[in-house]
C-alpha cells in the first residue's frame, strides 16, 4: 500500500480547554434549474472532555452566487428561497445538535450545565462521533477493507465516508495516517501537493476523480488535519451546469482555546 508522505500531528489539549473548528463554506442550493452556492460559517467548540457540551454557531451570510438562473427568476417560478438552515448558536451534548427536545437550541453560555444528562451517541460513518472514531482500526489495510464493506454503495461508497470522518477533525493523527494510506490505495485516487482552499491557503490534497464529481479532500501541510473539501462536476448535470463547475467547497481551520465560545488569536 503506497504512502501519501502527509505529515500528522496532533494539537497537545488540556482537560479544561476545548478544539475550536471554524468552517467556511458555500454550499449548493437547487430550485428546479435555479441553482446557487450560499455562504455559511460554522464555528464549533469540542469540549476535551466529554461530559462538557459541546457549542455549535450557525450562520448565513446572506452572499450568493448564481450559478444558473437568478432570484428573480426563481421567484418568478414560485420558489421560497428562504434558506431553511438553522442560524444561530445552540448547545448539546456529545455534540447531537439534531436529537431533538434535548437539543437545547438557545442555551446561554451561564445555563451550560443544565441540559437532561443523555448518553453518547454510538456514531456512524454518516455521523461520526469521537467514540466511533475510536474503535476504527489504526492498520491502513484493515481500515480499507473496513471502508469498503461498510460503504458499498456509489453515492456513498469509501472515500466519501472517510472524508465524512475527517470532515469533523476529531480524528487523531495516527488514524488520519492510517486515513490517508488506505485512500491512496482506492482507484481514481491520486495526491495534488499544490492545492488551496477556498480561503486561499495552500494544502495538500487527495483527489478522487471518479463518477459524476471530482472530489478533493483538502489537508493541511503542516499536520495533516482536514484544512476543506471541493466538489467540481466532470460532466454536464441533468440541470444544466456544465462539467468544470464547482458545486461545493470549503475551508476548515482549527485551533485549542481555553473555554467554549472563545475565539483564537489568529
Request: negative net charge.
Given at each position: 500500500?503506497?504512502?501519501?508522505?502527509?505529515?500528522?500531528?496532533?494539537?497537545?489539549?488540556?482537560?479544561?480547554?476545548?478544539?475550536?473548528?471554524?468552517?467556511?463554506?458555500?454550499?449548493?442550493?437547487?430550485?428546479?434549474?435555479?441553482?446557487?452556492?450560499?455562504?455559511?460559517?460554522l464555528?464549533?467548540?469540542?469540549?476535551?472532555?466529554?461530559?462538557?457540551?459541546?457549542?455549535?454557531?450557525?450562520?448565513?451570510?446572506g452572499?450568493?452566487?448564481?450559478?444558473?438562473?437568478?432570484?428573480?427568476?426563481?421567484?418568478?417560478?414560485g420558489?421560497?428561497?428562504?434558506?431553511?438552515?438553522?442560524?444561530?448558536?445552540?448547545?448539546?451534548?456529545?455534540?447531537?445538535?439534531?436529537?431533538?427536545?434535548?437539543?437545547?437550541?438557545?442555551?446561554?453560555?451561564?445555563?451550560?450545565?443544565?441540559?437532561?444528562?443523555?448518553?453518547?451517541?454510538?456514531?456512524?460513518?454518516?455521523?461520526?462521533?469521537?467514540?466511533f472514531?475510536?474503535?476504527?482500526?489504526?492498520?491502513?489495510?484493515?481500515?480499507?477493507?473496513?471502508?469498503?464493506?461498510?460503504?458499498?454503495?456509489?453515492?456513498f461508497?469509501?472515500f466519501?465516508?472517510?472524508?465524512?470522518?475527517?470532515?469533523?477533525?476529531?480524528?487523531?493523527?495516527?488514524?488520519?495516517?492510517?486515513?490517508?494510506?488506505?485512500?491512496?490505495?482506492?482507484?481514481?485516487?491520486?495526491?495534488?501537493?499544490?492545492a488551496?482552499?477556498?480561503?486561499?491557503?495552500?494544502c495538500?490534497?487527495?483527489?478522487?476523480?471518479?463518477?459524476?464529481?471530482?472530489?478533493?479532500?483538502?489537508?493541511?501541510?503542516?499536520?495533516g488535519?482536514?484544512?476543506?473539501?471541493?466538489?467540481?462536476?466532470?460532466?454536464?448535470?441533468?440541470?444544466?451546469?456544465?462539467?468544470?463547475?464547482?458545486?461545493?467547497?470549503?475551508?476548515?481551520?482549527?485551533?485549542?482555546?481555553?473555554?467554549?465560545?472563545?475565539?483564537?488569536?489568529?
Amino acid at each position: 500500500m503506497s504512502d501519501p508522505a502527509i505529515a500528522v500531528s496532533d494539537r497537545p489539549m488540556a482537560s479544561h480547554q476545548y478544539r475550536y473548528v471554524e468552517t467556511h463554506a458555500w454550499w449548493l442550493g437547487t430550485f428546479g434549474p435555479h441553482q446557487h452556492l450560499t455562504e455559511h460559517r460554522l464555528r464549533q467548540w469540542v469540549p476535551a472532555l466529554p461530559e462538557r457540551e459541546w457549542v455549535l454557531e450557525r450562520e448565513l451570510t446572506g452572499a450568493q452566487r448564481w450559478l444558473a438562473g437568478s432570484a428573480e427568476e426563481a421567484r418568478a417560478d414560485g420558489f421560497d428561497l428562504r434558506d431553511i438552515a438553522p442560524v444561530g448558536r445552540f448547545r448539546a451534548p456529545y455534540g447531537d445538535f439534531d436529537a431533538g427536545p434535548d437539543a437545547d437550541l438557545g442555551m446561554d453560555l451561564d445555563d451550560a450545565f443544565c441540559a437532561r444528562p443523555r448518553p453518547p451517541r454510538r456514531g456512524s460513518w454518516q455521523s461520526p462521533t469521537p467514540e466511533f472514531l475510536q474503535r476504527l482500526p489504526r492498520d491502513p489495510e484493515v481500515l480499507l477493507g473496513r471502508l469498503r464493506e461498510d460503504n458499498p454503495g456509489s453515492w456513498f461508497g469509501p472515500f466519501a465516508a472517510a472524508v465524512t470522518a475527517l470532515r469533523t477533525a476529531l480524528v487523531p493523527a495516527e488514524l488520519r495516517a492510517a486515513f490517508f494510506r488506505a485512500l491512496s490505495a482506492l482507484p481514481g485516487v491520486r495526491l495534488a501537493d499544490e492545492a488551496v482552499n477556498v480561503d486561499g491557503h495552500a494544502c495538500v490534497a487527495l483527489v478522487h476523480d471518479a463518477g459524476r464529481t471530482r472530489t478533493e479532500l483538502l489537508l493541511d501541510p503542516s499536520d495533516g488535519q482536514f484544512a476543506g473539501e471541493r466538489d467540481t462536476l466532470r460532466s454536464d448535470s441533468r440541470f444544466g451546469l456544465p462539467a468544470g463547475t464547482v458545486i461545493s467547497t470549503t475551508a476548515v481551520r482549527t485551533a485549542v482555546v481555553d473555554a467554549a465560545g472563545e475565539l483564537p488569536a489568529t
